[in-house]
């Protein structure tokens, strides 16, 4: 097994016990978990930058800057909604995020979608919506909150992508951490001071965020996107593991077959990508 495999693996399971620490935290506003989120990495990341010399700024700012914008808002619904509803079903529903981000690229950087493409994306949509309809836990706003959610983090990878070799990765995450803090003091009034253990939940919320971002990123450096993308899912598998053995979260059979629908049109997007 190839070292971008076993680090994609990694940042999976970084990224999976992230969100299992959000869920934890619900009787915080979801502003501040995400504070946490930014922080537990910009504390790591931005003294390695000056230690490297990497840039700070950037040559892209207002790329940058949005990238900022779109990943603090949602990241901010995300977890919001992982408050709200089964752990498993908000994984599940973010993962139509390749849906918004092709079809944003097809618009904006003028990237070919072929037609099985669109029936991928076809069938992912099929999915979140019968996830919707049949499962009553799902709430109108919540769906809405994390389609929403979804189609900020397409927007994310588009504008990633279009910046490409053009600034460092690390300037890339920094501009997500730098606005996500600032974002979040502005409501600083809606935050309550941790207690006990949420000490640690708090911390490692941070520290997870940022295993996963590290590994993800060396994943994709090491091996293709291809290969790698694939295993990103296992992160659904985490979800609906941790859902039914700590919050008693269990599901009936079409909100899975909703899930596997959303998995498998994005499976064969990425498939269908790689073929061509």
Do not use: C
Request: net charge positive; charged share 15%.
């Amino acid at each position: 097994m190839s070292r971008g495999i076993i680090y994609m693996f990694i940042a999976t399971f970084a990224f999976a016990w992230m969100n299992l620490m959000a869920k934890y935290l619900q009787d915080f506003h979801p502003i501040q978990v995400v504070f946490f989120r930014a922080f537990g990495t910009f504390v790591f990341i931005f003294p390695y930058m000056i230690y490297k010399k990497i840039s700070i700024i950037g040559k892209n700012v207002f790329w940058l800057s949005t990238r900022g914008v779109l990943s603090f808002i949602s990241l901010v619904l995300f977890f919001k909604v992982v408050q709200d509803i089964p752990l498993g079903s908000a994984v599940a529903l973010r993962y139509t995020a390749p849906i918004f981000s092709v079809i944003l690229a097809f618009f904006f950087l003028k990237e070919k979608v072929k037609f099985w493409q669109w029936i991928s994306l076809i069938i992912a949509i099929v999915g979140a919506f019968i996830m919707k309809g049949v499962d009553f836990r799902i709430d109108t706003s919540s769906f809405i909150f994390i389609m929403l959610s979804s189609l900020f983090v397409g927007g994310v990878f588009v504008i990633i992508r279009y910046l490409g070799s053009k600034e460092h990765h690390l300037t890339i995450i920094n501009y997500f951490m730098v606005f996500s803090i600032v974002g979040s003091l502005f409501f600083i009034g809606k935050w309550r001071m941790p207690l006990g253990e949420e000490w640690l939940w708090i911390s490692l919320i941070g520290t997870l965020g940022l295993v996963g971002q590290v590994f993800l990123t060396k994943s994709f450096q090491l091996a293709e996107a291809s290969t790698v993308a694939p295993i990103k899912y296992m992160e659904l598998v985490y979800a609906l593991l941790f859902g039914f053995l700590l919050f008693d979260e269990t599901y009936a059979l079409w909100p899975i077959v909703g899930m596997l629908l959303v998995v498998f049109g994005m499976l064969l997007n990425i498939m269908i990508k790689r073929k061509h």
